[in-house]
């Protein structure tokens, strides 16, 4: 994966530059979920994320990484 793509320590600017279809709101939405809610156990479980679907997680499997 991709480090910016790594969910749990990433803040949102490395995360909406490596993943696609995730724009700086986005990105922003998944820190604001993960300091809230605590680290992400798998990739899918940013699913959970509001605005963000599965579909953004399977564009992306391959670039996420839950820890450096």
């Not at 809610?37 to 990484?65: C, H, L, M, T, W």
């Amino acid at each position: 994966g991709v480090g910016g793509g790594t969910l749990n320590p990433a803040a949102a600017a490395p995360l909406s530059e490596a993943l696609h279809g995730v724009g700086r709101s986005r990105a922003e939405a998944i820190v604001r979920y993960r300091e809230t809610q605590g680290d992400f156990v798998d990739a899918y479980a940013r699913a959970k994320v509001k605005g963000i679907g599965e579909r953004p997680v399977e564009v992306n499997e391959s670039r996420i990484k839950l820890k450096n």
